[in-house]
């Protein structure tokens, strides 16, 4: 019975911590709320064994935490606190570890904290390969640290049911080091092919986008320098590019968006409306 009470109180505590969330209005006065969150350790030793509901309940305060700065500032001062509590609590919550991951070097703009949780998560689950993959993954993408990333591709490719993803891509950064553009493109869809979490594919399709992108600029702005190398003109459309023979059609730009030309180089539209 005091088991049974023990936890419910926990309930209500984590409970009303997010009510009590929800209705802050100011950052100042939610950054005050978090900090006082209580830490997993303590919730892992009061729970006596019941972590997994506790653990999706601080999943889904995370999931509303995420949202309500995505939406407003975009500062996620504290999304490594709240992840590290939920992983103390739950240390096989392997999603919290690998979107954590991403999230915190995507969105808070912190890999530092992103390779804190990622290694808390490869030392608590010796036999998952994603965890170090992701690791590895950040390496290579983000911060361009190919020898760790390469090491770490490695050890995910060591794994129990490891795919041939991490075995491939450790081949490949061990020969080329390159970390170009199509390399990563390449990564990210590995990436979204081989998660079946619909965050961590968010992630991704959005990078995805990104880099294609970039990759049609880069190749547009060619077309335009041979054009002006040729002509000695500076053209004003892509339309002028196709009747000279330069271009067969405009890339479809994977935002939805239009591809542009100003002052001589090229452009989307999309840059202009939604700066990463």
Do not use: C
């Amino acid at each position: 019975m005091k088991r049974v009470l023990i936890i419910v109180l926990l309930l209500l505590l984590i409970g009303n911590f997010s009510y009590r969330i929800d209705l802050r209005k100011s950052p100042h006065e939610l950054i005050g709320e978090l900090m006082y969150f209580p830490s997993g350790t303590a919730i892992r030793a009061l729970s006596m064994g019941f972590y997994a509901p506790l653990a999706d309940l601080i999943w889904l305060r995370f999931v509303q935490y995420y949202g309500e700065h995505r939406l407003t500032d975009a500062k996620f001062e504290l999304m490594y606190h709240i992840l590290d509590v939920l992983t103390t609590l739950d240390q096989k919550f392997l999603y919290a570890y690998t979107l954590g991951g991403l999230m915190l070097t995507t969105e808070s703009n912190n890999p530092e904290q992103a390779r804190k949780l990622l290694h808390k998560g490869i030392h608590a689950n010796t036999d998952d390969w994603r965890i170090p993959f992701v690791y590895g993954f950040i390496h290579y993408v983000f911060l361009h640290k190919y020898h760790i990333a390469e090491a770490y591709f490695r050890l995910s490719a060591q794994k129990p049911n490891a795919p041939d993803i991490p075995q491939r891509w450790a081949a490949y950064v061990l020969y080329t080091k390159l970390g170009d553009l199509r390399t990563s493109l390449g990564l990210w869809i590995d990436l979204y092919m081989s998660t079946e979490n619909p965050e961590e594919k968010a992630i991704a399709e959005i990078y995805i986008r990104d880099i294609k992108m970039e990759l049609d600029i880069e190749f547009l702005n060619a077309k335009i320098e041979e054009f002006i190398e040729k002509t000695g003109q500076i053209p004003y459309t892509f339309r002028t590019l196709i009747a000279y023979g330069l271009l067969d059609s405009i890339p479809a730009e994977p935002h939805n968006e239009d591809y542009i030309i100003r002052e001589g180089k090229a452009y989307s539209t999309w840059q202009f409306k939604f700066k990463r």
